[in-house]
């Protein structure tokens, strides 16, 4: 942990968020916080409203009715890049780099998104325009050395696996110093090596970044090894919320899973 003070009020808090799509309840009265340090998983079957808590955390969707509170602020309907200027920043289900710019660049322009204003005041004077790309690719290369990445820094995102994807997405997050990391399952179309590498580095951007994070993921050997605590949803309730050798047993989380026969790539 950063030694920072403690907030007594979680970094971000959902109170009964609700989200309908055309008349389908795809979110029912969520109430859910993620306090400052915590690891929490966020797991259900296919379609229960994970990657909808994201998309309304982030400002990626609006609520229909609800609130979302980032450090007891009401950020409810803010824009996703407002969000992320308050340190909640995001992975995607599906990646979401430039396909067509390099690895490296992926990257500053991310801390180009982030700095909004700033950066761009910075073009008044081309030195300090030069200076802030200087110091921009270097703490992208910094990032991707981090992951392993760093001999990648100048291939396309395109030329990729999709392991090394997920990886230079994770660098891309914690390049703009996150406080809390949402990671939208991050072990899709991984191999069982890359997971044990996620599992590794989910870790470290907690342990040695102080970094706050929100899993979302159907590898349980990922949820199970690095998650403090699991929230469970199904058909957009939640049905647990605890440790996960806990939640797992629970009767209501296993007829979520299997009582349905649904799928959870378990
Ligand atoms: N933009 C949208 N428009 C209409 N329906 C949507 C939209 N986004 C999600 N849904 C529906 O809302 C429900 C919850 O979807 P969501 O993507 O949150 O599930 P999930 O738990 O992330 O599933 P998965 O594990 O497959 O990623 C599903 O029934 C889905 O079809
Ligand atoms: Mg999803």
């Given at each position: 942990m950063t030694g920072e003070q403690k907030n007594i009020a979680p970094i971000i808090r959902a109170e009964a968020l609700t989200k309908n799509f055309q008349g389908m309840v795809a979110l029912n009265a969520f109430d859910f916080s993620v306090n400052e340090g915590e690891i929490v998983g966020l797991i259900g079957p296919n379609g229960s409203g994970k990657s909808t808590v994201v998309n309304l955390l982030t400002g990626v969707l609006a609520p229909t009715s609800g609130r979302v509170l980032i450090d007891g602020k009401d950020f409810t309907g803010a824009a996703p890049h407002v969000v992320a200027r308050h340190g909640v920043v995001r992975t995607f289900q599906m990646i979401r780099l430039f396909p067509s710019l390099t690895v490296e660049r992926n990257i500053v322009l991310a801390l180009q998104e982030q700095s909004g204003p700033g950066y761009m005041s910075s073009f008044l004077n081309r030195r300090n325009a030069?200076?802030?790309?200087?110091?921009?690719?270097?703490?992208?290369r910094d990032m991707l050395a981090l992951f392993e990445m760093e001999k990648h820094a100048?291939?396309?995102?395109?030329?990729?696996?999709?392991?090394?994807q997920r990886m230079v997405e994770l660098a891309r997050g914690l390049a703009t110093n996150?406080?809390?990391?949402?990671?939208?399952?991050p072990a899709a179309g991984l191999s069982p090596i890359n997971v044990d590498r996620l599992i590794e580095m989910i870790r470290r951007m907690r342990d040695e970044f102080g970094v706050t994070i929100l899993l979302v993921e159907h590898v349980m050997r990922v949820v199970q090894a690095v998650c403090d605590r699991v929230v469970v949803l199904d058909y957009g309730q939640k049905v647990a919320d605890g440790k996960p050798d806990v939640v797992v047993q629970d009767p209501k989380v296993i007829e979520a899973y299997i009582g349905l026969g649904r799928s959870s790539h378990a």
């Open positions: 030069m200076a802030w790309h200087e110091k921009a690719a270097c703490k992208a100048h291939k396309l995102a395109t030329d990729l696996s999709i392991g090394q996150p406080r809390i990391f949402i990671l939208d399952e």
